[in-house]
Nanobody
């Protein structure tokens, strides 16, 4: 199984960014998908998750109202749109696949993780 993130980079505070994650090697539509980020010197932090058919979503309080997670099962891709970014949004963003949606925001070992992609928000 493989998850490959793209779309990261440098953005100014207040700006927007769109992340994508393409899956392969497993039945994408069977899995809930999520994004986890890790800021410099911080613990990993849940950002957002979406269930297998896209009808259920959940967000951390830190991004709620400023972010949108979505998925396209025909393209085996999950997206994260980040708006009005703040400097504390800086970190490595990981795409995560979990068989059980309810396991987000704290996915246990056993799911699939991408290698992560850097997002840097400048003040």
């Amino acid at each position: 199984a493989q998850l490959v993130e793209s779309g990261g980079g440098l953005v100014q505070a207040g700006g927007s960014l769109s992340l994508s994650c393409v899956a392969s090697g497993f039945v994408f539509s069977d899995y809930a998908m999520g994004w986890i980020r890790q800021g410099p010197g911080k613990e990993r932090e849940f950002v957002a998750a979406i269930n297998w058919d896209g009808k259920l979503t959940k967000y951390s309080d830190s991004v709620k109202g400023r972010s949108t997670i979505s998925r396209d099962n025909t393209r085996k891709t999950v997206f994260l749109r980040l708006n009005n970014l703040k400097p504390d949004g800086t970190g490595v963003y990981y795409c995560v696949a979990q068989f059980v949606y309810a396991e987000f925001p704290n996915p246990p070992p056993g799911g699939y993780w991408g290698r992560g992609i850097q997002v840097t928000v400048s003040p």
